[in-house]
Each structure stands twice: as C-alpha cells, then as structure tokens.
C-alpha cells in the first residue's frame, strides 16, 4: 500500500514536470517565431515578415506588439484591404484607441470607403475633443491620404474647441503653404510671435518653408509689413521683417528695417553697422557700402563702432574694386589712402595690423611697389596683431622673391615654415612658407633639395599646397638629370614670370623648347611662353602658341586646358564667336573627360543666345 501510494506520488509529480515544461515551450517558441519575423522585417522580407506577424497576431489577438508588426509590413506593402479587416476587428477590443480609430478611419478613405472614413474620423474627435493630440493624430492622418482642407478644418475646430490664437499654429501653416495659401501660413506664425516674442527662431524656421518661391516670400513680406506697422515699437515682428526682405534679396527694403530697428532699441548704430557687416561677409559690397555711407554721415568718432566701420567700408570698397575686374592705380591709391586713415586714427588700435596688410597687398599687387609694400610690412611687424603679421610674413617673403632676393626669401619662409601656432589657419600658412621655399629653390636650380621640400609637402593630402607641389614634383622627377639643361632654362623662366619679366620668360621657353622638344617639360613651357605673351598683350601671338600645344602634343597632360584657353581668348579677345564655337566644341569632342567640358557647353550656350 505504501510503495503504491509513493507511485502515485512520483507520477503526479512527473505530470506537472511535463506540464510545466509544455507551458514554457510555448513561450519559447512564440518569441524564437517573432524573432523571425523581426528578421524578414529587418532584411526587408516585408512578405514573409507579414505572413509570421498575422499568425503570431491570430495565436494571441490582444497582442499590441504582434498588431504593430502587422501594421507595419502590411501599410509598407499598400495593402490596405488586408489590413482593414484586422483593424475593424480590434477596435472592437479597444473602442476608446484614438490611435485605433484614427488607422481605422484612414484605411477606410485609403480603400475608397471616403465618407464613412470622414465619419469615423469626425467620431474620433468626439471622443476627446479637449486634448490636443486628438486633433494632431486625426490631422496627420488626414494629411498622410492628402485631405489638406479636410485637416485644415480639424485643426481649426480644435483651436475653436480648445482656445488659443497660435494653438496648432504649426500644423496650420505648414498645411496653408502646401495649398499655396502664403499669406495664411504667415499669418500662423506671426500670430505665434504675438503671444510669444521668445518664438522668433521658431517663426523664421517655419517660414523658410514658403520663402524659397517668389510668391511665397512676397506674401510673407506683405503679412509681416501689416504686424509691423501695427506695432512699430514691438522689435520681433521688425526683426523678422528684416529677415523676409534679406530673403526676398530686398536689401533696400531690409535696410529700411534696420534703421527702424536701430531706433526701436537705441542701439547706437550696432543693428546699421550689424547689416552692413553681414552684406559685406556675404559678398553683397554695394549693399555694406550703402549702409555704411549712413552709418558714417549720421555718426561720429565717439561711436564705439566707427572705427570698425571705417574700416568695413574700405574693405567693401576694396572688395568691389578686385570684383569688377579692371586694373585702376588712381582707386588702388585712394584705397591705400582710406586704409591709411585708419592707422593714423588708432595707430595701437587693434585693426592696424589688418590695414597694413591690405596696403601692402595693394601696393604689391595693384600699383606695382614691391619696395613700397615691403615698407608697409616693416610697419606691420611693429604691430601687435599677431594674425595680421602671419599673413604679412608671408608676403613679405613673396615680395623678396619677386624682387629676386632669394636668399633673404628663403629665410623668410622657413621662419614661417617652422613657425609654432595652431589650428588650420596657422598650418595653412605653414604649408605655403614651405611650398614658397621649395619653389625658390626650384628657381634657383637646387633640384635636388627642391624634390625632397616638395615631397614633404605631397605627404600631407589635406594641405592645399600639396597639389601645386605634386604639379612641380612631376616635372622633377621626369626631367630632373634627364634634361637638366633645359629644365634650369624652364625654372629661369618660371621665376622671370614671377617677377614679371615677361619678355624674358619667353626667351627662355623658346631655349626649353629648342633643347628639349620631346620632353615633357616642352608642353609646360608653350603653356608658360602664351602666358606671358597674354601678359605683354599679344593674344594674337598667346593664341597661335597654345594651339601649336594642342598640335604638337595632343596627348599632353596641357592639351585640353590649353584648347580651352584658346576658345576663350578667340571668344573674349579676339571677338570671333563662330570660332570660339568651333573650339569650344572641338573640346568638347576630342578631350571628353577634360575638367573643362563643363564650362565649355555652357560657353557654347552663351555664344549660341542660351539655346
């Protein structure tokens, strides 16, 4: 009786072992199937995917993560129909889902079932027509199936309901400028600044959404006009007035506000002088120099920000001058003299050292005095503007070499090389004081030293020096004791360049070409020697030696930029269109892949009347 008894007992025990186990692999394969089918989903199987989730779903219907993956896939793969049953089916369960509901009512618009799904979304609403995310969940849904008026009207009868002049003001005006309705969408956002100036960003961001179409823009700037002239003392709505102008790219009509804006705050001139900063750093000069005119006839010296504006003003005229293009010593020299203005008012000011830099450059480059400009730098180094004396330096080195004081510029340049500092603008300028050093000793004919300063700076690909070095260290290394010769008449010639003795650049190409006419050093010298005959005037003659490149050495590595500056010499300077067509598009046939193919078709249009 007693070992029957334990029998039973044992197999009781054996049973619920059995059970349990029974209970637990269930589980375990329900989540090893769902890992399945996040595996279809994840590799974009939405097919199979959605065939595991709908068994998962149909095993346990209350399941919200199994509904989700069935959601998912099915709306994925647009089958509606599919899905609509299910959804109908759980809203059922879950009668009060506003998210339910809401999927419910755009699948039944999404399978032609429109007026019922209008309905339903009207229904939806009631349901909590005081909270706020109802409105949002129906009007993105009606959104989503592009119902715009529809969740227009849902948005607007929220803010009826719930209160509040910007209420939904986002929704609305994105919704307004999708229709086309600009003034309407404006209106949103400036509502949205009137309750709350803090939201200006806010606006400008929403705004910028309809500001990029000139109607757009237009009808923001007539809506924002409106706010402003209402409330000329209220410094947002001016604010953003100024923005729509900018734009719009009325920088009149921005200017206009400035000023206003400048009085509203008391500001001294800083929102003038602010304007004029951002229209100079934007390239728009005549607009900073406009600005400045003002800024300098209404204030005087004592204004903290008068010498900056000076300042701004010289460089915007300066900007200006190089724009246009046309070489003036007599506006060289004036800009000289508006720079020099500066230096005598602050002579410890810190904007000196940047004055004096822009003197010596235009004295350099624009009047042709390299001793004056070498003058001006010693000045410079006097200063205590530290980044204006690291440009200086390099200039300074520039100029020794271009007056043909190799030796002082070398010392000049590795000063500069080895120069401490950091950040990208001091390894920029250490990069050129090195390519400066390597390139005097090219011109001196040190070409052995020049080929390791050159590959030095070749190691460093971020550096923008390191094409140009891989340009001179090619023509090293395929001429260099091959045809040294020539290569020292070709650097002689390269350096006369430099200095701007161009008939003697000229010579010395003609004895590169003459001692070494299959070398790859001649190409590079035809190329120099219609540079400089471009120099001296002659495009006549500068024509003729760039196409005797593209004869002579049609599979050149010059060949393609040479053509390309011969269309555009015939185009530019010799005014013969038709033959600049037939070049341009000579181009265009024989060196397909050159970087200038690009510029040449667009040339082509131009001449063609931009057919």
């Known amino acids: 009786m007693k070992h029957t008894f334990i029998q039973y007992l044992f197999g009781v025990a054996i049973a619920a072992t059995l059970a349990n186990a029974t209970l637990v692999a269930q589980p375990r394969e329900e989540d090893r199937r769902y890992k399945l089918a996040q595996g279809y989903e994840e590799s974009g199987d939405l097919k199979n995917a959605a065939r595991v989730y709908l068994e998962l779903h149909e095993a346990d219907l209350q399941s919200n993560i199994y509904f989700e993956g069935v959601r998912r896939t099915l709306m994925a793969m647009l089958q509606f129909k599919e899905l609509l049953p299910i959804v109908a089916e759980r809203t059922k369960s879950h009668p009060n889902d506003i998210d339910i509901l809401t999927l419910h009512a755009e699948l039944l618009h999404r399978t032609g079932e429109r007026e019922q799904a209008r309905t339903e979304w009207a229904t939806t609403i009631d349901l909590r027509p005081q909270d706020p995310m109802t409105y949002l969940i129906v009007g993105q849904s009606q959104t989503d199936v592009r119902e715009f008026a529809l969740a227009i009207a849902t948005y607007k009868q929220g803010r009826e309901t719930i209160g509040g002049a910007s209420t939904f003001a986002d929704q609305l005006a994105e919704l307004f400028g999708i229709t086309g309705r600009f003034q309407d969408a404006a209106e949103e956002y400036l509502r949205l600044l009137a309750e709350n100036p803090e939201r200006l960003s806010m606006a400008m961001a929403g705004l910028s ?9 237009r009808d923001a700037i007539t809506v924002a006009k409106r706010y402003a002239d209402s409330r000329p003392d209220h410094v947002p709505y001016m604010e953003l007035l100024s923005w729509l102008y900018t734009e719009a790219g009325d920088d009149e009509g921005a200017f206009e506000v400035a000023k206003k804006l400048d009085e509203a705050r008391r500001a001294n001139g800083s929102n003038i002088y602010s304007f004029a900063d951002r229209a100079f750093r934007t390239s728009r000069y005549q607009t900073a120099i406009t600005a400045l005119d003002y800024f300098l006839a209404k204030f005087n010296r004592n204004n903290p920000l008068y010498l900056s504006a000076l300042y701004t003003y010289a460089r915007a005229l300066d900007a200006r001058y190089h724009e246009a293009g046309a070489s003036s010593p007599k506006q060289a020299a004036e800009l000289v003299e508006r720079y020099r203005v500066i230096v005598k008012e602050t002579p410890n000011g810190p904007l000196v050292g940047e004055a004096l830099l822009q003197i010596a450059r235009l004295q350099a480059n624009d009047l042709g005095q390299p001793e004056s400009a070498l003058a001006t730098l010693q000045e410079l180094m006097a200063t205590r503007n530290n980044a204006a004396k690291a440009e200086g330096l390099l200039l300074e080195g520039e100029l020794l070499m271009q007056t043909g004081k190799l030796e002082e510029a070398q010392k000049i340049f590795l000063q500069g090389r080895d120069a401490p500092g950091v950040g990208r603008d001091a390894e920029r300028l250490r990069d050129l004081h090195a390519l400066r050093y390597a390139e005097s000793l090219f011109y001196s004919g040190q070409f ?5 300063a ?7 690909t971020r550096s923008d020096a390191a094409n140009d070095a891989l340009d001179y260290l090619l023509i090293l290394q395929e001429n260099f004791e091959k045809h040294d010769s020539a ?13 701007k003795h161009h008939q003697q650049a000229i010579t010395a190409m003609d004895g590169v070409i003459a001692q070494a006419p299959q070398s790859t050093i001649a190409d590079d010298a035809l190329l120099l020697r219609s540079q400089a005959q471009e120099s001296l005037g002659d495009s006549a003659a500068a024509l003729e030696t760039l196409l005797q490149i593209v004869a002579r050495y049609p599979d050149g590595a010059v060949a393609d930029r040479a053509l390309f500056r011969a269309a555009q010499l015939t185009e530019q300077a010799l005014h013969d269109p038709a033959k600049a067509t037939e070049l341009y598009t000579r181009l265009l046939n024989d060196y397909p892949r050159s970087r200038w193919v690009v510029q040449a078709r667009a040339n082509i249009r131009a001449l063609r009347g931009g057919t």
């Open 454 to 460: 050159f590959t030095q700076l070749t190691q460093n």
């Open 209 to 217: 959404a309809i500001t990029a179409t000139p109607e757009g823009v």
């Open 487 to 499: 290569l020292k008449l070709f650097a002689e010639g390269k350096y006369a360049m430099l200095q």
């Open 448 to 452: 052995k030293p020049a080929v390791e």
